[in-house]
Every structure is written in structure tokens, then in C-alpha cells.
């Protein structure tokens, strides 16, 4: 037994679900990556937040640099107001632009819970306390009823699509979103698929009716649909259910950041009590950038697989394989091996190899992204396993690794952070890559 990190943020005795999910344990393996970027899909945020700021992509103070957010609004204010919703006076209803600040709130506290910097020593700290945020904006404030229901929250159909191919055609890896209607509308429908072949990972709220009633875009296939659970592991009182929910997180009784109205003190930023299936939806947002952190490079299905796997079991069954339990998430083994996603077969030569962490190396901005001094893992190699086997993937095919090497035979005796690494290289020795990803993969171990 030993300690776990705990950040020294100074309402985290406020976040129960850090404790219920064993986040502490996980981030002593993983506390996220600059690189991996989470969108958050909704109201907007408030990116100059004191626990947001430092996790933007880019400094929004004036509008968004090109690619790192945007606001989508663009609505018929007469047609609504004629239909009986009472608009905000103050809200950006009507001019899309680079400036997706957040009015109305609730993007804000979507993206505190999903990655609000950590050890700052204020506020809340997020489930990948070192990713970074895309502000998307698509919805808006709008005070009325629809079908019944009692509607704080708007988005148009065309906005929210736009928002979702944007994002990822802004390099965004994970997609939190905290929306949807019981309707499987086709534009939405064309837009989660095309993100979802992009490589991204994308996340919603289950909704909070109480029924069995399926919510999209939650419900398609290529989404992570999430439950709420409470502080004693059980369905929330709200929250939908059934068997297309994926999984279950927190969403009872949540601290978050919130826009500030007024006054610059410390506790007009942050707000207890919040309920919600969206506030379980950013839980999970979190866990996947914290996973895509940890193995670079993951696709997203594997990235779905290890949400899934990686939960304790609660009583309730109809919420998904259980809830989120983020340590174990991260330390679900991804499956051995390397995949084809060209249009071409591809022959070259496998390694496999075992490397040895051997600390930090010095600060580098391979991609052209934001420079936040943030170190890069350095490895050095340990022993060969397989050393240039000749191989051949067809296009669309993967390479199981299994027939290779045996990961139970690997013995080790010096205590250490250690991995498997294995590529398909070039004649040249140099990795080969498809247009989405390289032909790679890792996993990551520890010997005590």
C-alpha cells in the first residue's frame, strides 16, 4: 500500500468522485497529455476561468485563434420568441464568430469536470488535469417548454453538426457532448459517423428523464452513452437507462467551475450541487483523453473497449457495464495489436521490443501546437523481443501481435516503469504510417 497523489486544489475535498473512481491512483500513472484535446461541445466556455485558462488550447481573450474554438449560433431570435421561448437579451444569438464565450454556464461546468487544471492550489481539479480544451459554442439560453419538457438549454440541429465536424477537423480527440432529443435525426446521425472515422472518441449524456427511451445522438453506436450514478454507486433518481447505455459516472452532487456573475472572489467560480446526466458525460470525456494520454495513438475503439471494461460493478444493471472506475480503465491492457487503416496493403518489418522509462526528456512541439513546456516520456530500450519479422497487412486488416510474443512470459526482475513497444518499419527503419495513424502500438507496465 502506499499513498496517492492528491492535487492540491482547494475545493477537491468537494469532489467525491475522484475518491469513488480511484482517480488519485490513476493519476499517479497518468495526469494527461497537452496533446490530447478534449471539445467541449455546448453552451461555450468561460475560457478565461482561473482553473480553465491554463488548459485552453489557445488564449480566446479577444477570439479564438484559427482551429481552437468557435461559436455556431446563428438562429431565427423572432421565430422563437413567436413560438414562446423567452431569450436571454445579452446572449450572442445571431453572429457566429471566433469568440465562443459561454452566456448561459453549462459548458463551463462541462468542461471543469472533464479538465480543470490541476495543483494550482484554487478550485477543482478534472479528470485529465493536463489536457486541453476546444471551445465549441451550439447552444443556447432559452427559457420555455417543448413537448412537455421544460427547456433551459437550445441547439439547432445544423449548429450542433457543425460543431461535432469542426472539432475534429480541428485535431480534437475527444468530443463531450451533453445534449439530445429522442429523435435519431440524419444530419447528426452523418456527423457522429464522420467524426467517429476521423479516429475521435466521442461522449454523451444519456438524458434525464427517467426512462428507457433511447437519446441521440447518445444512443448511436459510435457514442459513449453515460448513465449518472450518486455517492453510493446507485442510478440517480433522473437518469435515463436501459441497455444502449455504455456506461455509468458521476453525476449527483457535482462542484464544477461556473461563469462568473459579478464580483471576482474565488467562490463566485465554482458551484456544488449539480445534477445531471451531462455532468456525468464530461467524467468519461476526461477518462478518455486521460487514456489516449497514456497510450498515444489509441484508436477509438480500443479507447471505448477499455471505458467499458474499466468499471466496478454496481447494483443497478440497466446503466451500462457499470461505473467508470478510472484507474482501472487505465490500466485495461489494449489489445495487441497494429492495424491498417490505408486504402493500400502495406509490407515492412515488425519489432517488438522492451523499453525502460528513463525520466523526462527535454520540452519538444513535434506537431506545431501551442508550446506549454510540457516534457515528453523518454524510453530507452531493454531487451528485443522480435526483431525485423516480415509482415504484410492488408488495407482495412489488423496484425495480431499475440502470435509473436507472449506478454505472461516476460519476466523482469528489476523494479520499474516499463513497456512493450512494437511498430512496422521501412526498409529505411522508419516507421510506417497510414493517414490516420502509425503502424504502432504500446503498453505500459509496472514491476515492483
Not at 480544451?133 to 417548454?145: C, E, K, L, Q, W
Not at 522509462?357 to 519538444?364: K, L
Amino acid at each position: 500500500a502506499y499513498a496517492a497523489y492528491v492535487p492540491n486544489d482547494l475545493s477537491y475535498e468537494d469532489q467525491w468522485s475522484h475518491i469513488r473512481t480511484q482517480a488519485e491512483i490513476a493519476w499517479d500513472i497518468e495526469q494527461g497529455n497537452p496533446n490530447e484535446v478534449i471539445a467541449i461541445i455546448d453552451s461555450g466556455v468561460a475560457y478565461n476561468h482561473i482553473d480553465l485558462k491554463e488548459n485552453m488550447l489557445a488564449d480566446c481573450t479577444g477570439g479564438c485563434p484559427e482551429g481552437t474554438g468557435y461559436d455556431f449560433v446563428d438562429i431565427h431570435t423572432f421565430i422563437y420568441r413567436l413560438i414562446g421561448f423567452k431569450l436571454d437579451s445579452g446572449e450572442d444569438h445571431i453572429n457566429p464568430d471566433n469568440d465562443p464565450v459561454d452566456y448561459q454556464g453549462h459548458g463551463t461546468k462541462i468542461a471543469g469536470i472533464a479538465a480543470a487544471t490541476g495543483d494550482n492550489t484554487v478550485g477543482v481539479v478534472g479528470v485529465c488535469p493536463k489536457c486541453r480544451i476546444i471551445p465549441v459554442r451550439v447552444m443556447f439560453a432559452a427559457s420555455g417548454t417543448f413537448f412537455g419538457h421544460r427547456i433551459s438549454l437550445i441547439s439547432q440541429v445544423d449548429d450542433l453538426a457543425k460543431g461535432i465536424v469542426h472539432s475534429v477537423n480541428n485535431d480534437a480527440d475527444v468530443l463531450s457532448l451533453s445534449t439530445g432529443v429522442f429523435i435519431d435525426l440524419h444530419t447528426i446521425k452523418r456527423a457522429i459517423k464522420y467524426a467517429f472515422k476521423q479516429g475521435a472518441v466521442i461522449v454523451d449524456a444519456a438524458g434525464n428523464d427517467n426512462c428507457n427511451r433511447r437519446n441521440y445522438p447518445a444512443a448511436y453506436d459510435h457514442v459513449i452513452a453515460v448513465a449518472a450514478t450518486n455517492n453510493v454507486d446507485r442510478k440517480t433518481e433522473f437518469s435515463n437507462y436501459g441497455s444502449w447505455i455504455d456506461v455509468a459516472a458521476p453525476g449527483e452532487d457535482v462542484k464544477s467551475t461556473i461563469v462568473e456573475e459579478g464580483g471576482v472572489s474565488e467562490s463566485s467560480q465554482y458551484e456544488s450541487g449539480l445534477n445531471g446526466t451531462s455532468f456525468a458525460a464530461p467524467y468519461i470525456s476526461g477518462t478518455a483523453a486521460l487514456i489516449l494520454s497514456h497510450y498515444p495513438g489509441l484508436g477509438n475503439v480500443e479507447v471505448m473497449r477499455m471505458i467499458r471494461e474499466g468499471v466496478d460493478e454496481i447494483p443497478d444493471k440497466s446503466i451500462g457495464t457499470g461505473r467508470i472506475n478510472v484507474y482501472k480503465a487505465l490500466k485495461v491492457r489494449p489489445e495487441s495489436k497494429v492495424m491498417n487503416t490505408g486504402d493500400l496493403d502495406i509490407e515492412g518489418f515488425l519489432n517488438i521490443w522492451i523499453e525502460r522509462y528513463a525520466g523526462d526528456a527535454p520540452a519538444y512541439n513535434p506537431d506545431g501546437r501551442q508550446d506549454h513546456g510540457v516534457k515528453s516520456s523518454e524510453w530507452r530500450t531493454y531487451y528485443s523481443v522480435v526483431k525485423k519479422e516480415p509482415v504484410k497487412i492488408k488495407k482495412g486488416a489488423t496484425l495480431s501481435l499475440d502470435q509473436y510474443f507472449n506478454p505472461k512470459k516476460i519476466s523482469l526482475t528489476e523494479p520499474g516503469r516499463y513497456r512493450v513497444f512494437a511498430d512496422v518499419v521501412d526498409k529505411r527503419e522508419v516507421t510506417i504510417a497510414t493517414v490516420s495513424r502509425p503502424l504502432a502500438w504500446s503498453w505500459e507496465f509496472w514491476v515492483e
